[in-house]
């Protein structure tokens, strides 16, 4: 079986793309930006009917949530319309299509983890990047009948900056002092992401579908859990997003639930506990 990777030298394209390697029953047509620039609707199409997978996942988008707040046409163009060449294309050649998503579709005000059928924010109340998230799941609904769109949140992994490694540097530098304790969800580590979205390949499944890892914390309790690990004595000051002020809104209630995940692939993630000890054993 033939799987083709866009974004794969992200976080989860990186990781996704070397357990696909691993495999002897799966074939990988590794894309990153410059081999395949998802806004490129012609040059997406041509790859696509070239390569003929079986399988597409879109690992490529504009992820950097702030700077979507300034450059909103980018956002829209690769994560809305770009989502949708992928889609096109996938459905063009009859293969499965694999969409990841975000948790920042939904207004942030659940209180329980958030089924996959719970209604999306108000795009006008949400972050721009959460709106050209939301615009992306839309164009490939549109053009694929039946897609697999993989919401997930909080990721970090060994194949690009991410929160674990921003605040060792903070650490070791003497810079941490304050950490946002009012926004929960679930750490996710890009192996286990990954894992799941092979997964849910292997199990043929469709849908919306989200994959995290299991159990959930705020920024600060992930920050105590690093420093814990790392062996750094740092006590450090938990405070309120008020108190850290950004460009994008973030959701301040981001568990995910993974009902949906477990019935199709009978696995559940392991607890984000364990894999971020494992992330850290592998880092250092
Ligand atoms: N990271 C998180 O916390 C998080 C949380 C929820 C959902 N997600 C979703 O998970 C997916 C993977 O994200 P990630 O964390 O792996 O992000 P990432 O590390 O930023 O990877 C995204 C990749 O997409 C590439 N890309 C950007 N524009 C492109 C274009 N026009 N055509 C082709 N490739 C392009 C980037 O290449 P360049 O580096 O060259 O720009 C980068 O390699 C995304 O859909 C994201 O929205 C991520």
């Given at each position: ?22 495999r ?7 894309t ?19 390569e003929?997978p ?24 690769v994560?809305g ?10 459905a ?5 299509l694999?969409?990841?998503?975000t ?7 659940a209180?329980?983890?958030i ?26 609904r ?6 697999t ?6 990721v970090?992994?060994?194949?690009g ?21 009012d ?72 568990v995910l639930d ?11 993630p392991r607890?984000?506990?364990d894999a ?5 054993a592998?880092?250092?």
């Amino acid at each position: 079986m033939k799987i083709l990777v866009t974004g794969a030298n992200g976080l989860l394209g990186s990781a996704l793309a070397r357990q696909i390697a691993a495999r002897d029953d799966l074939t990988l047509i590794k894309t990153d930006r410059g081999q395949l620039d998802i806004t490129m609707a012609d040059a997406v199409l041509e790859t696509v009917r070239r390569e003929r997978p079986n399988w597409i996942v879109n690992c490529a988008a504009f992820t950097q949530v702030d700077k979507c707040e300034t450059d909103e046409a980018l956002a829209t163009h690769v994560n809305g319309q770009g989502a949708g060449h992928v889609a096109a294309a996938a459905a063009d050649v009859d293969a499965g299509l694999i969409h990841v998503s975000t948790d920042y579709i939904f207004p942030g005000d659940a209180t329980t983890p958030i089924p996959t059928n719970a209604a999306p924010g108000d795009p006008g109340r949400l972050s721009a990047y959460g709106r050209s998230k939301l615009l992306g799941e839309q164009r490939v609904r549109q053009a694929h009948t039946n897609p697999t769109i993989v919401r997930t949140a909080w990721v970090y992994g060994h194949d690009g900056p991410c929160f674990p490694a921003a605040i060792l540097a903070l650490a070791r530098e003497g810079k941490l002092k304050k950490v946002v304790d009012d926004q929960r969800g679930s750490p996710t580590y890009a192996e286990d992401l990954a894992d799941g979205i092979l997964r849910l390949i292997d199990a043929d499944a469709t849908g919306d579908v989200h994959v995290v890892n299991d159990g959930a914390c705020t920024w600060c309790e992930f920050a105590v859990e690093i420093l814990r690990l790392a062996a750094i004595d740092l006590s450090i000051q938990p405070c309120t997003t008020a108190e850290f002020p950004r460009p994008a809104k973030r959701p301040a209630y981001s568990v995910l639930d993974l009902a949906r995940y477990e019935s199709l692939t009978s696995h559940r993630p392991r607890h984000w506990k364990d894999a971020i000890a494992d992330f850290m054993a592998d880092a250092s």
